[in-house]
């Protein structure tokens, strides 16, 4: 897939330590704003992070930098249910937010409360979930990786390690990105591939499904995780399997770059969500106060870029502090 690549320059003037509390709806809710004189407003963040999952940390972390440079009171809030998520945009709606940016990992169960926002006059950008149904959906902008080009891009590198049958492990069942990383995958290795469907808001229920396939087929040469946290969940299954299969993963977080740096993992896909966070917040504050819309009717995209031990040492620093 041919896509524009359009790169947003960001700086950020000011950083503020942001207060967080549990919203009433099982999601994560986290507000911030900085002190700096623009013009005061209130964007909402609404995500579908589960529990633990460490992504969503780098995520907030670029949001929350974003709105103390901008004078932003943050609102964020997740929940991994689609029909929750709509309830959470729901309510941002009713409180008068200035602006709501939102994931789409399931576009079809939230088009009503995005059509509710719409109305309501309160602009709607996505991230990280949803480049090939943001259009659609209605939304203004869109900030993300091109998760065909990721996949196929895996496919790729597959093929010149030579491996013959890949595992791709996805966590969550329906999720459009997740879904698409593996089909696209699968379009461009030359080995035979195949789907694993694991909870991925347990963990044992996770690597329990990987040592179980891995112990059921001594042909599966590669696991391919789609998140950080599975990919060190992986290496603990493919031992415990006693396989030989290696472990390569989509996105990175802190926990990675040491098994990156030792080869456990051999590569990573990284779709840089703190950048995601940060201009979806930044998208909302320059339309709101310039009328600006990045992207030229495109996706600004933020990846995919392969990371490996030859180039870890360039992110190791920001992954550590919580930004790669």
């Known amino acids: 897939?041919?896509?524009?690549?359009?790169?947003?320059?960001?700086?950020?003037?000011?950083?503020?330590?942001?207060?967080?509390?549990?919203?009433?709806?099982?999601?994560?809710q986290e507000e911030g704003g900085g002190d700096v004189e623009t013009p005061d407003m209130t964007i909402a963040m609404i995500t579908h992070q589960a529990e633990g999952d460490t992504f969503w940390d780098i995520v907030r972390a670029g949001a929350e930098d974003a709105a103390a440079k901008s004078n932003i009171t943050l609102e964020y809030s997740a929940n991994p249910e689609a029909g929750e998520q709509a309830t959470l945009i729901r309510n941002a709606v009713d409180q008068d937010v200035d602006g709501i940016a939102v994931t789409l990992a399931k576009p079809d169960a939230l088009q009503d409360?995005?059509?509710?926002?719409?109305?309501?006059?309160?602009?709607v950008v996505g991230l990280n979930a949803g480049i090939e149904q943001w259009e659609e959906a209605g939304l203004q902008q869109y900030f993300g990786a091109d998760e065909t080009v990721a996949g196929e891009a895996f496919g790729e590198r597959l093929?010149?390690?030579?491996?013959?049958?890949?595992?791709c492990v996805i966590h969550e069942q329906g999720h459009v990105a997740l879904e698409e990383r593996c089909s696209s995958l699968e379009e461009t290795f030359d080995g035979d591939s195949e789907t694993l469907y694991v909870d991925g808001a347990s963990m044992p229920d996770v690597s329990s499904g990987i040592t179980a396939r891995l112990q059921e087929d001594e042909d599966v040469d590669y696991v391919a995780t789609l998140g950080a946290p599975?990919?060190?969940?992986?290496?603990?299954?493919?031992?415990?399997?006693?396989?030989?299969?290696?472990?390569?993963?989509?996105?990175?977080?802190?926990?990675?770059?040491?098994?990156?740096?030792?080869g456990d993992v051999e590569w990573a896909i990284d779709q840089q969500p703190y950048l995601q966070g940060y201009l979806a917040v930044d998208g909302l504050w320059l339309y709101n106060t310039n009328g600006n819309v990045s992207g030229g009717g495109?996706?600004?995209?933020?990846?995919?870029?392969?990371?490996?031990?030859?180039?870890?040492?360039?992110?190791?620093e920001y992954a550590e502090e919580g930004t790669r």
Do not use: Y
């Open 113 to 123: 409360a995005i059509d509710t926002a719409k109305d309501a006059d309160i602009p």
């Open 159 to 167: 093929n010149e390690v030579d491996a013959q049958k890949a595992l």
């Open 230 to 262: 599975f990919a060190m969940t992986a290496l603990d299954a493919v031992e415990e399997a006693g396989s030989d299969a290696a472990v390569a993963t989509f996105d990175t977080n802190r926990e990675l770059v040491g098994a990156l740096e030792s």
């Open 1 to 28: 897939m041919n896509r524009k690549l359009f790169t947003v320059l960001a700086t950020a003037g000011a950083l503020a330590m942001v207060a967080s509390a549990c919203s009433e709806e099982g999601g994560q």
């Open 298 to 316: 495109q996706p600004v995209l933020t990846g995919p870029e392969f990371i490996d031990q030859d180039n870890i040492d360039e992110v190791a």
